[in-house]
């Protein structure tokens, strides 16, 4: 199995920003979904950002136009640029990558916790006002 090492996370006043990463210990053979959850306390993980080999993306409706997912394959890395942040961004976030990843019909947030993903440890992001 691949394992992800997530960094980045931390405190950040309202308005701020910060960047999250997540290298993965191998490349990850196509197809492969990976992306961004995080879990408030007491609730169940939501997905935030996803993007698969062939460069489709999606977004959480509530990080969209805030929230910038991307990759650097030759480094086997994952990021999440986080902007505009706000209190209510506050959670552990968590990294995943799920290869194969295969969908149809479906976000691809959506595909990537349908296709068994490999899960990072989480990191803390707090949001003061």
């Known amino acids: 199995h691949v394992l ?4 980045g996370g931390g405190s950040v006043q309202a308005g701020g920003s910060l960047t999250l990463s997540c290298v993965a210990s191998s490349a990850l ?4 979904c990976m992306g961004w959850f995080r879990q408030f306390p007491g609730k169940e993980r939501e997905g935030v950002a996803a993007l698969d080999s062939d460069g489709l993306i999606s977004y959480a409706e ?4 805030r929230f910038t997912i991307s990759q ?12 505009s942040l706000e209190p209510d961004d506050t959670a552990t976030y968590y990294c995943a990558a799920a290869s194969p990843c295969v969908y149809r019909n479906m976000t691809t947030l959506q595909a990537l ?3 068994r993903p490999v899960w ?7 949001v003061s006002q």
């Open 29 to 32: 053979n196509r197809p492969y």
């Open 72 to 83: 650097v394959t030759a480094k086997n890395a994952l990021y999440l640029q986080m902007n």
């Open 120 to 126: 990072g440890q989480g990191t803390q992001v707090t």
């Open 4 to 7: 992800l090492v997530v960094s």
């Open 62 to 65: 509530s990080v969209k136009g």
């Open 113 to 115: 916790r349908s296709n």
